[in-house]
């Protein structure tokens, strides 16, 4: 589990292809991986990975085909991700619940600029705008956001300065397509009231 805090960003720096996936290096030095063991699931922009390798500033870790062909970011050399160490049951929640599982990929229609703020708009896949919800929370590459308003599929954020700043956000502009993860309570919530409902 995971609280949508970043703690750092990284750089995929090798892309090795695999038999149905690849393995990424990453380097992240100001990620601190002291204390980060082989096993330890780490988000790499919203997407749980597990650590197979480490040195003293970078790591590896393999990508299922399923797993790239349902997120964006994690195929190419060079592409920066917002990292967070999974949480400790003792760790104080910033955030929300995060799972690090992606829930769809959705679109950037906007990214302006608004005093010393930014807007970000971002069109849902179709079958994901039902758990969006004005003022609940959603996983933007990693990034725990809180909605200001939602239109059918299209929703807002409003990004403060240390944001932009601390993420990987700051590289948005129209037509960008993100990781979403939506409220874990929300889907839970679903399938307690339609529990025939497919999956």
């Known amino acids: 589990m995971f609280t949508g805090i970043i703690t750092a960003t990284g750089k995929i720096t090798q892309v090795q292809p695999l038999e149905k996936g690849v393995r990424l290096t990453v380097e992240a030095p100001g990620l601190g991986l002291a204390n980060v063991a082989i096993g330890d699931s780490v988000a790499h922009g919203g997407v749980c990975l597990t650590v197979i390798a480490k040195k003293r500033n970078s790591y590896q870790v393999d990508v299922s085909r399923e797993t790239l062909d349902c997120t964006v970011g994690l195929d190419a050399a060079g592409n920066e991700v917002n990292l967070e160490k999974a949480m400790r049951l003792s760790d104080f929640i910033g955030g929300h619940l995060v799972s690090g599982h992606v829930d769809g ?4 229609l906007k990214f302006d600029r608004i005093g010393e703020s930014h807007e970000l708009v971002i069109k849902t896949p179709k079958e994901l705008a039902k758990y969006i919800a004005r003022k609940g929370s959603v996983t933007v590459d990693g990034v725990s956001l809180t909605t200001n308003r ?18 990987t956000l700051k590289r948005l502009a129209p037509g960008s397509r993100v990781n979403l993860e939506v409220d874990l309570i929300a889907r839970y919530v679903e399938r307690m009231l339609n529990p025939q409902a497919k999956a």
């Open 105 to 108: 990929v959705g679109e950037v």
């Open 150 to 167: 939602v239109k059918g599929r299209k929703f807002s954020i409003n990004l403060i300065p240390h944001t932009v700043e601390v993420t």
